[in-house]
């Protein structure tokens, strides 16, 4: 049909990779937009050219202008455009757009590998921050990442060492579908930092033959953690930060604070349960902040960690899905009602208090900023053995409180505080 704008997904060997329908799509068009990088496969081409140049709203009203016009309009994309691309974002502002995709660079990657690719796990790193990565990629035994000329195969390899994922080796497909293609595979990441890569790259990760790969459950066991000596036992102990993480009630992309994280027991596994998600934390000892960053590095979890005291620091983290309250050093009413104005809808706070006096406290705070709470009294002890026999010796009893402002939340009821 006419009068119509079509999104053309094109590879490294330009038209020559398209259809003859294709090609003569882009030869009849009024108006071809793409990067440098496309146009410059069509020199010939007669008509008019825009080159985007990264102002996608801009874009976007120059599309609603010429559909109005009733022109015939081509724009061309890398790959299949509806998978990490400019596709599915002109599809939601440009109704009635005709997409035509062409082979993603992940699925030429694996083709090239001789791997199949239906039980990848797939990230994108272009244009984006790496931080986060460690726990969405942590037991997945085959990856695929996107690229840029920041998050280099280079700079995710030292990236994998940091956090001690050595059970990686790297396959490096460049220029697919180009006369330079070139794959590449490192059974060591340490090799990975002595090559140079076309900036034009996808990155498969795939796990090693045999390799011994860590894996942790939800309730860590306390000694598994850094903690500061000789006052070892300052964390939130196994039983106490499995019910605290259920009642946080995670999901996959949850952000989460946590205010005196000690030793970040609780933000590890609460990245783990949001692996999608941010996880920011501040702690006022700079003795336990070492243990926490050095816990985060061994469950590998990158986490936002702040050496301050709360409300330090908490007015440029995002918007939180759950709160979980440590320590409050000192502040806790003012540090609750920050915390309550910003949850964001369906959000909770969950707060840990060992004495008597700060139970109170928080549940008088709740009251006066008109949240809904309530409170659950954990009692435990483990055993100890005693000469031939074993015995209980009891851990210290936690109150755990939980907050909430939504109205649909599930109502206090009588026994559990």
């Known amino acids: 049909m006419m009068n119509?704008?079509?999104?053309?997904?094109?590879?490294?060997?330009?038209?020559?990779?398209?259809f003859p329908a294709q090609v003569e799509r882009i030869e009849r068009a009024e108006l071809l937009i793409g990067g440098e990088r496309h146009l410059a496969f069509f020199?010939?081409?007669?008509?008019?050219?825009?080159?985007?140049?990264?102002?996608?709203?801009?874009?976007?009203?120059?599309?609603?202008?010429?559909?109005?016009?009733?022109?015939?309009?081509?724009v061309l994309?890398?790959?299949?455009?509806?998978?990490?691309?400019?596709?599915?974002?002109?599809?939601?502002?440009?109704?009635?757009?005709?997409?035509?995709?062409?082979?993603?660079?992940?699925?030429?990657?694996f083709a090239r590998a001789g791997l199949g690719w239906q039980d990848a796990h797939i990230d994108s790193l272009h244009g984006k921050s790496i931080k986060g990565l460690a726990q969405r990629?942590?037991?997945?035994?085959?990856?695929?990442?996107?690229?840029?000329?920041?998050?280099?195969?280079?700079?995710?390899?030292?990236?994998?060492?940091?956090?001690?994922?050595t059970e990686y080796r790297m396959i490096v497909a460049e220029n697919l579908g180009g006369e330079g293609e070139l794959l590449r595979a490192f059974d060591d990441l340490q090799e990975v930092a002595a090559h140079e890569f076309s900036p034009l790259n996808v990155v498969l990760l795939l796990h090693k033959r045999?390799?011994?790969?860590?894996?942790?459950?939800?309730?860590?066991?306390?000694?598994?953690?850094?903690?500061?000596?000789?006052?070892?036992?300052?964390?939130?102990?196994?039983?106490?930060?499995?019910?605290?993480?259920?009642?946080l009630n995670l999901r996959p992309d949850?952000?989460?604070?946590?205010?005196?994280?000690?030793?970040?027991?609780?933000?590890?596994?609460?990245?783990?349960?949001?692996?999608?998600?941010?996880?920011?934390?501040?702690?006022?000892?700079?003795?336990?902040?070492?243990?926490?960053?050095?816990n985060a590095r061994k469950f590998r979890t990158d986490l936002h960690l702040h050496h301050g005291k709360a409300p330090e620091h908490l007015e440029a983290w995002p918007d939180?899905?759950?709160v979980f309250i440590g320590g409050s050093g000192g502040e806790m009413a003012e540090v609750l009602r920050i915390c309550s104005e910003r949850l964001r809808p369906h959000?909770?706070?969950?707060?840990?208090?060992?004495?008597?006096?700060?139970?109170?406290?928080?549940?008088?705070?709740?009251?006066?900023?008109?949240?809904?709470?309530?409170?659950?009294?954990?009692?435990?002890?483990?055993?100890?053995?005693?000469?031939?026999?074993?015995?209980?010796?009891?851990?210290?009893?936690?109150?755990i409180i939980t907050a909430w402002n939504t109205p649909d939340a599930p109502e206090q009821k009588e026994g559990d505080a």
């Open 254 to 294: 949850s952000t989460l604070w946590d205010i005196g994280t000690c030793t970040a027991s609780v933000s590890v596994e609460a990245a783990k349960l949001a692996p999608n998600g941010q996880i920011y934390a501040i702690e006022k000892n700079e003795a336990d902040l070492a243990n926490a960053e050095q």
């Open 347 to 399: 959000g909770r706070i969950v707060l840990n208090a060992a004495t008597i006096e700060t139970l109170y406290e928080a549940t008088q705070t709740f009251t006066k900023l008109g949240m809904t709470f309530r409170v659950t009294l954990l009692q435990t002890a483990r055993s100890k053995p005693i000469l031939h026999m074993t015995r209980f010796e009891g851990l210290n009893p936690i109150y």
């Open 210 to 247: 045999g390799a011994d790969i860590p894996r942790w459950t939800l309730g860590i066991e306390d000694d598994e953690f850094s903690q500061r000596k000789p006052d070892k036992g300052l964390i939130t102990k196994r039983e106490v930060r499995v019910l605290s993480l259920s009642e």
């Open 320 to 322: 939180p899905d759950a």
């Open 43 to 74: 020199p010939d081409f007669a008509g008019e050219t825009y080159t985007i140049t990264g102002k996608l709203t801009t874009l976007v009203e120059r599309l609603q202008q010429e559909q109005a016009a009733r022109r015939n309009v081509v």
């Open 137 to 165: 990629l942590d037991g997945k035994p085959k990856v695929a990442l996107l690229t840029d000329d920041t998050n280099t195969p280079a700079s995710i390899a030292a990236y994998l060492l940091h956090f001690g994922m």
């Open 77 to 109: 994309a890398s790959g299949d455009p509806m998978f990490y691309g400019i596709g599915a974002y002109l599809a939601q502002k440009v109704p009635g757009l005709v997409v035509h995709p062409h082979l993603s660079s992940i699925q030429l990657a």
């Open 4 to 18: 119509e704008i079509h999104v053309i997904g094109i590879g490294d060997d330009g038209a020559a990779g398209l």
